[in-house]
């Protein structure tokens, strides 16, 4: 038989509703693309639905999902052969009947291509969720964030938690980095959250190749912005990064396996 999980969900009134779960480990689930919004450069924002209306994801906060796409030439294969990749969902694991993602297409990427390339109607299999890190409501005064294009989803996922939720009264910091004004993803979204809640969230977009026009931070993330715009580290605050290889080497540093590893923006 067939195991269903279920999750708990705040409704309007004082009771609480119990909801299925779509998500699982037993096997991968089908959901149905809905509709896609292009949001940056080469990215959208997937909204897929669920096998029934009824349904909530159930993830948390971090977690992360697989998708199964086949690869090209093989979809009808008596054996398949299928891409797993994780991603980020930015919805909320309580939100009734879909499931949203962000993916942004890269030239050799076989699932983002796949993914960005889909119809309304199209079918995709999901499972999961892993879980990265289990967010806490008000154990940290302040968190600052620190991410890089499409690396927004993690963010996003977390800001939605915090700024949805009025009993939560963490202050988030976020450094938001993109190479041109345009690949910014969701900016009015982010300048929304940030003129809705000016004492809770700030959100500051760093632009390494600005135009004339623009008159934010810009260049490389320096040491400089970090301190001025990122919470004071004590005990009371917390750090995530998430973004291209170069930009997490650059904030974080790295830890060398024979040789001494190099020093990142945050231990200066």
């Not at 939560?168 to 450094?175: I, M, N």
Request: proline share 6%; glycine share 8%.
């Amino acid at each position: 038989m067939k195991k269903t999980n279920y999750v708990a969900c705040e409704g309007k009134s004082d009771s609480t509703i119990v909801r299925e779960k779509m998500l699982g480990y037993s096997w991968f689930q089908t959901i149905t693309l809905r509709e896609a919004q292009l949001v940056g450069n080469n990215t959208k924002l997937l909204r897929f639905d669920f096998p029934k209306k009824d349904q909530v994801s159930g993830h948390t906060v971090h977690s992360v999902v697989l998708l199964r796409v086949a690869k090209p030439g093989t979809e009808n294969s008596y054996w398949p052969s299928y891409v797993l990749r994780p991603y980020t969902p930015v919805s909320e694991g309580t939100t009734l009947g879909y499931i949203e993602f962000i993916i942004k297409s890269y030239e050799n990427g076989t699932a983002s291509k796949y993914l960005n390339n889909l119809k309304p109607g199209d079918k995709v299999q999901v499972w999961g969720p892993v879980n990265k890190y289990i967010y806490e409501p008000n154990k940290y005064d302040s968190i600052g964030l620190i991410a890089g294009g499409s690396a927004i989803a993690p963010m996003l996922q977390l800001l939605r938690k915090i700024l949805n939720n009025p009993e939560d009264k963490t202050k988030v910091s976020f450094l938001y980095c993109n190479s041109t004004e345009e690949d910014i993803i969701l900016r009015e979204e982010l300048d929304n959250m940030a003129a809705k809640r000016p004492d809770q969230f700030k959100v500051t977009h760093i632009i390494s190749k600005p135009s004339a026009t623009w008159g934010g931070e810009s260049g490389r993330i320096t040491a400089e912005m970090v301190k001025k715009h990122m919470p004071l580290p004590n005990d009371n605050s917390m750090m995530l990064v998430c973004g291209p290889k170069g930009l997490v080497k650059q904030v974080v540093g790295s830890r060398g396996f024979i040789f001494k590893g190099t020093k990142g923006i945050l231990e200066e």
